[in-house]
């Protein structure tokens, strides 16, 4: 129904900046919400952010206040903007979507996952 591909992943200073970009295709009814996930080594996934239909977002106590999330309904595209980036910001990123299908089932979708490297 609907497959999202992550890409933006990459290394950067301790400080520095990086933007994720999920891409997102297929026939859906609509989509309620769009979020970003991480999974650090020998750690769980996480939630980092999620955004809502009306543009609400929410962020993980770890991320608030150095990471945005943003949507482009045009492009079909979700955004992760990654500032003041640290080492413990080391993690495989994963997009999610969650919606309606076109026959009323709920559905949730995953990305493949991109790897942001923070060196120290």
């Known amino acids: 129904q609907v497959q999202l591909m992550e890409s933006g992943g990459g290394l950067v200073r301790a400080g520095g900046s990086r933007r994720l970009s999920c891409a997102a295709s297929g026939v859906v009814r609509s989509i309620d919400t769009m979020g970003w996930y991480r999974q650090a080594p020998g750690k769980q996934r996480e939630l980092v952010a999620d955004?809502?239909?009306?543009?609400?977002?929410n962020y993980a106590d770890s991320v608030r206040g150095r990471f945005t999330i943003s949507r482009d309904d045009a492009k079909g595209t979700l955004y992760l903007q990654m500032n003041r980036l640290k080492p413990e910001d080391t993690a495989v990123y994963y997009c999610?979507?969650?919606?309606?299908?076109?026959?009323?089932?709920?559905?949730?979708?995953w990305g493949q996952g991109t790897q942001v490297t923070v060196s120290s």
């Open positions: 955004i809502v239909g009306n543009g609400s977002a």
């Open positions: 999610n979507a969650e919606g309606t299908t076109v026959s009323m089932d709920d559905f949730r979708s």
